[in-house]
C-alpha cells in the first residue's frame, strides 16, 4: 500500500510538471504571438506613417519610429511576463508535487509502524491466552482431583479399585503432567502460533 501511495504521489508530480510546462509553454506561445501581431500592426503603422511622414513632414517619420519602440517594448514586456508566470506555475506545481510526495511518505510510515505495533499487540495477547489457558487448566486440574480424592474417601470401603478413578499422568504441550479424567477424555490447552 505505502509503494502504491508513493507511485501515485510521482506520477502526480509527472503529470503537475507536465502541466506547468504546457501552460509555461501556452503562454510563452500567446505572448510571442501577441508580440508578433502588435510588432506586425506597428510596422504596418510605422510604413502607413512614414509614407505619410514623406508627404508631409519628418515629424511624422520620428512618430512612427517612437510607435515602433513602443510596440517592441510592450511585446518584450508581455514576453518577459508570460515567462515569469510560466516559471511560477511550474514552481508551484513542483511544490504541490513535493507535497503530496512527502504526505505519501509519511503515510506509508505510518502504516508501517502501525502494522508493526499491531503485529507485537497480537503476539503478546496470544502469549497472555496461552499463559491463562495454561492457568485455567490447572486449577480445573486440581479441582477434578480434589473431587476424585473425596470420591476415593467416600467409596473407600467399596474395595481397592473402586476409589481408583484417577488413571496414570500424561504430558501436556506445554510439558506439564495432567491427570486423566475416570472417562478417558484429557483435559488440554490448544497450542497458539506465532
Same mark, same amino acid.
Given at each position: 500500500?505505502?509503494?502504491?501511495?508513493?507511485?501515485?504521489?510521482?506520477?502526480?508530480?509527472?503529470?503537475?510538471?507536465?502541466?506547468?510546462?504546457?501552460?509555461?509553454?501556452?503562454?510563452?506561445?500567446?505572448?510571442?504571438?501577441?508580440?508578433?501581431?502588435?510588432?506586425?500592426?506597428?510596422?504596418?503603422?510605422?510604413?502607413?506613417?512614414?509614407?505619410?511622414?514623406?508627404?508631409?513632414?519628418?515629424?511624422?517619420?520620428?512618430?512612427?519610429?517612437?510607435?515602433?519602440?513602443?510596440?517592441?517594448?510592450?511585446?518584450?514586456?508581455?514576453?518577459?511576463?508570460?515567462?515569469?508566470?510560466?516559471?511560477?506555475?511550474?514552481?508551484?506545481?513542483?511544490?504541490?508535487?513535493?507535497?503530496?510526495?512527502?504526505?505519501?511518505?509519511?503515510?506509508?510510515?505510518?502504516?508501517?509502524?502501525? #502494522?508493526?505495533?499491531?503485529?507485537?499487540?497480537?503476539?503478546?495477547? #496470544?502469549?497472555?491466552?496461552?499463559?491463562?489457558?495454561?492457568?485455567?487448566?490447572?486449577?480445573?486440574?486440581?479441582?477434578?482431583?480434589?473431587?476424585?480424592?473425596?470420591?476415593?474417601?467416600?467409596?473407600?470401603?467399596? #474395595?481397592?479399585?473402586? #476409589?481408583?478413578?484417577?488413571?496414570?499422568?500424561?504430558?501436556?504441550?506445554?510439558?506439564?503432567?495432567?491427570?486423566?479424567?475416570?472417562?478417558?477424555?484429557?483435559?488440554?490447552?490448544?497450542?497458539?502460533?506465532?
Amino acid at each position: 500500500m505505502a509503494e502504491q501511495v508513493r507511485q501515485d504521489a510521482d506520477q502526480r508530480l509527472r503529470e503537475r510538471l507536465a502541466e506547468g510546462d504546457r501552460a509555461a509553454q501556452y503562454r510563452i506561445r500567446a505572448a510571442q504571438e501577441e508580440a508578433e501581431e502588435i510588432l506586425a500592426e506597428a510596422r504596418q503603422e510605422a510604413q502607413r506613417l512614414t509614407a505619410e511622414a514623406e508627404t508631409l513632414n519628418t515629424e511624422a517619420a520620428s512618430k512612427a519610429l517612437t510607435v515602433v519602440a513602443d510596440a517592441e517594448s510592450t511585446a518584450e514586456r508581455i514576453t518577459t511576463d508570460a515567462r515569469k508566470d510560466a516559471a511560477k506555475a511550474r514552481r508551484d506545481a513542483e511544490e504541490q508535487a513535493r507535497t503530496m510526495l512527502q504526505d505519501a511518505r509519511e503515510t506509508a510510515d505510518r502504516v508501517r509502524s502501525e #502494522g508493526a505495533e499491531l503485529v507485537a499487540n497480537l503476539r503478546e495477547m #496470544g502469549h497472555s491466552l496461552r499463559t491463562n489457558a495454561e492457568l485455567l487448566l490447572g486449577d480445573v486440574q486440581r479441582v477434578h482431583s480434589r473431587m476424585m480424592r473425596e470420591l476415593d474417601e467416600v467409596s473407600g470401603d467399596a #474395595g481397592p479399585d473402586a #476409589g481408583s478413578t484417577v488413571r496414570a499422568s500424561r504430558r501436556t504441550r506445554s510439558g506439564r503432567s495432567v491427570p486423566e479424567p475416570a472417562d478417558g477424555e484429557v483435559l488440554d490447552v490448544p497450542e497458539f502460533m506465532p
